[in-house]
């Protein structure tokens, strides 16, 4: 593929696609494609698939790319056997990756990663032996001699990155990882000198990053990550993270880019819920600052940016120089080509939802995309065109339906995708009615352009009928006919105080005191919706998600960390389920506790452990224990049902005995465990292979 030429005046995103001359070489546009852990990186025979999951996206025209973080030695790993660059050997083996990138025009950085007591293993070693909350190993205190061979390590590393053909590297100094447990007293209880005053803890930044210059030379370039917001207790002020960016000037990097919270903070950073580019405004204070000294060293601005127009709104006001955007390009690969061509719209929105990225990291596995399966999987899920073109109807337009649908007729396959109501999306139609989900909207646009582009006849308003599919001569029948909410059979529930979550979500009135049967993520995600206030939702009000999660300017609180202030709740709401232990157990591993806060915070009480007795005019009456103990009525004006689903499958056996092939996918194929990121991943391989 020929290389993007970006940077055209004509833009649309005129700062967005500028070149960045950084004196030695230039970036041909603003654009850093954010260093994301993929599981690749760490086995030798995933290195092709890693291959082309790069050269993907330089071919899609990002200006740098930024590997996944890669261990300068063994105490650096994240996990027994992390993907490591410390010999020779080793640096061989990126060759083809770095060689890829540039044969599309692209230039890419190797991230430098050293976990410190971050690690997942017994070598961990650390400032100080202070175990983190998220690792289960307490790190060994190096000794003056095991600090200066971290140094080393880190020299070592980007010097191989550079033998290996990598433009550049990137110092991993924030997120809380090593070198920002150097920072802070909070994990630094030294008093050598590599502890005790702010000069003595940021020396081992400075001095990385001081021999990593020596080392690699003039021309290479050294990102270095700077935590400019810590959000942990007794983090960072913001004089001394103005001092340390000045040092990292000083000592020869060629980029800044920002960091912000450490993986233990307990604000949201990254989340669906968190407002779009939330923490710019820190970036901006530090550039403001720097130049008013002077100092011109270009930074990079980050977090929860994921459209081009967000993008050319923060540059064009002068917040950064660069944006850093890693998960909208596991989304969309051709991001930057579509934004240059005027084809924004066509553009494969990064929802943040993290179900099949970080959550799959954190769950050992491959990362991908929810929204694009394809991602980290270009070896290995090709979508060429069909051998036969055939006539195929898809009934039912959800995420199963419409990523099968235009995965078929982006093949060649003549598609009639049906669906009884009168919009695409399916539940996702729901789902984005939630506070905080209104990112799903974008899906919904990608894949409605998606339909128009690729060709699908599309039949809204319009049920499929065994006789209609029969009667339409189709060689193939897909149904993606989704889900039924499940029955709970409570007695006394057929009173009109109680509600489906659908009749919720759809507009029905509900009262001030509300008692929610079942807990899963949609039990949850209603519970989200009746306690924000009508058209509050804090993830469209910066300065109120600030307020919620008690973000302040780092000048007024060290690492910006403050009293958690949230709104008051607009109803009064008790979220149950039968289950003992902890209600959102089964949310995602880095989302579920974003949720439970989130609620707890507007006052929602959890109850777990109980049976649903009745319903009464005055409630819901529920037990304790198998022998039904301890009656007690939950008062409240209306009940709603989320007790989870059952699949819609009744049109397979007429079709099945009219001869027709039947292919069923999604929540229909299967409703416990399902979400979109199996119905989306489902219809995707499904159609490549038909
Ligand atoms: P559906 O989305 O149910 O779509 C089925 C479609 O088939 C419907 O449009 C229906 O009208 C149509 N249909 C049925 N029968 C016929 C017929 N005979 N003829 C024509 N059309 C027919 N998932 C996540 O992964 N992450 C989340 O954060 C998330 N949040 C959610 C929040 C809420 C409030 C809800 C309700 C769901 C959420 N989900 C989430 C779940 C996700 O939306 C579903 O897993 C997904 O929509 C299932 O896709 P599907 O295509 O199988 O079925
Ligand atoms: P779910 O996660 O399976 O939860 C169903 C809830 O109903 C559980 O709390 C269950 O707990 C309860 N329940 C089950 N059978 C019951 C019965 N007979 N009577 C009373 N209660 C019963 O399903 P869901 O909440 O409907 O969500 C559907 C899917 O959408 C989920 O699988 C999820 O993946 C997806 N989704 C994801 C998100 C997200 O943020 N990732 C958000 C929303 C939805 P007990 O059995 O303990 O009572
Ligand atoms: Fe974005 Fe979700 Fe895809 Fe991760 S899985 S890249 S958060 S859309």
Redesign the pocket.
Known sequence: MAPVQTGHVTSPYPHLLEPLDLGFTTLRNRVLMGSMHTGLEDSRTDFDRLIAYFAERAAGGVGLIVTGGFAPNQEGWAKPFSGTLATSAQARRHLPITQAVHAEGGKIALQILHTGRYAYHPLAVAPSRIKSPISPFAPRALTGRGVERQIRAFVRCAQLAREAGYDGVEIMGSEGYFINQFLVTHTNHRTDEWGGSYANRMRLPVEIVQRTREAVGEDFIIVYRLSMLDLVPDGSTWPEVVELARAIAASGATIINTGIGWHEARVPTIATSVPRAAFTWVTQKMRDTLRAEGITIPLVTTNRINTPEVAEQVLAEGVADMVSMARPLLADPHFVRKAAEGRADRINTCIA?N?ACLDHVFQNKHASCLVNPLAANETELVIGPAPTPRKVAVVGAGPAGMAAATTLAERGHEVHLYDAAEAIGG?FNL?RR?PG?EEFAETLRYFANRITDTGVHLHLATEATADLLREGGFDEVVLATG?T??????PGQDAPHVLS?VEVLQGAPVGQRVAI?????????VAEFLVVPEGDSPTLDLKEWLQEWGVVDPEEARGGLAKPQPAPAARQVTL????RGK?GA???KT??WI?RASLVARGVTML?G?N?ERITPEGLVVSFGPEHANERLIEADTIV?????ESLRSLEAPLQAAGIPVHVIG?ADE???????RAIDQGTRLAAAL
Not at 576 to 579: A, E, N, T, V
């Open positions: 939802c179900q539940q789902a939630i989900k889900v909410p499940r029955d709970p059979e409570i979550y049967v079942g807990a899963g993520g949609i039990g949850f995600d149950l389920q039968r289950k209600l089964g949310l995602g989302t579920g949720h777990p109980v649903y049902l989320c007790a989870g689903q929540g409703a416990a465990e399902l979400d979109a990121k």
